[in-house]
């Protein structure tokens, strides 16, 4: 499954502009008087202006091999969330590194080398090897029930979880986050999971979906 566009809401649009693309360094693809757009490899991430817009969290991949060269990166541009003491944060069960950080929202961010998909790099690492958006998380108080309702609109497959307090759904480069918001709150910092509305448009097996996810349920678009 791959995210070919996503849109999520700020509430401090001009900082958020100034944050990806300044200190990040991402292409700013589009920007108007109250959104603006980025390339974040293959995926495409819009962010539209909303008064008391509440946070986010999702992952870039990064290619394979290069986990600790992207934490010493962004060390020099960000500040680094960690969890139980780890800057670089080993995730055997998925075969994967990740590092944490938030923008200019509190959204918390993840840069995630998955080394299950091999996709190493012999080039020193910077923004042009972020591949891709390839989580987005998905608060709720129905996990269960979020993953019938994308199971009616296409056969997404489940990666990881119990379908009670959490679970993973769909692959590696495109994987939604769901959560039960009452039992589970986001790592490294245990921030709140709030119902933030967005927006998302994938391709799964060669065949194209809109999503609107609002109060923590999925609608379809078309």
Known sequence: MNFNKIKLYSANLAAQISFYTQTLGFELLEKTANTFSLKIGKTVLQFVEKSGATNYHYAFNIPSNKGAEAL?????????????????????????????????DMNIVELIARKNLNMDRKEAFGVDQVLEVSEIGVPTNAVKAVYK??????????????????????????????????????????????????????????SHFELQYKNGIFVRIN
Do not use: C
């Not at 480069?173 to 959560?179: E, K, N, Q, T």
């Open 149 to 206: 309702s994308l199971l009616q609109t296409f056969p997404i497959e489940r990666y990881s979880g119990d379908l009670a307090r959490f679970a993973a759904l769909g692959d590696e480069h495109g994987l939604f986050i769901v959560i039960n918001n009452k039992q589970k709150k986001w790592i490294p910092r245990n921030d709140e999971a709030h119902f933030s509305p967005f927006e998302v448009h994938l391709k799964h097996q060669n």
């Open 72 to 104: 010493k990166w962004l060390q020099q541009r960000v500040n680094i969330l960690d969890w139980q003491g780890m800057d670089l944060v080993d995730f055997s069960d998925w075969n994967a590194e990740a590092m944490y950080f938030y923008d200019k």
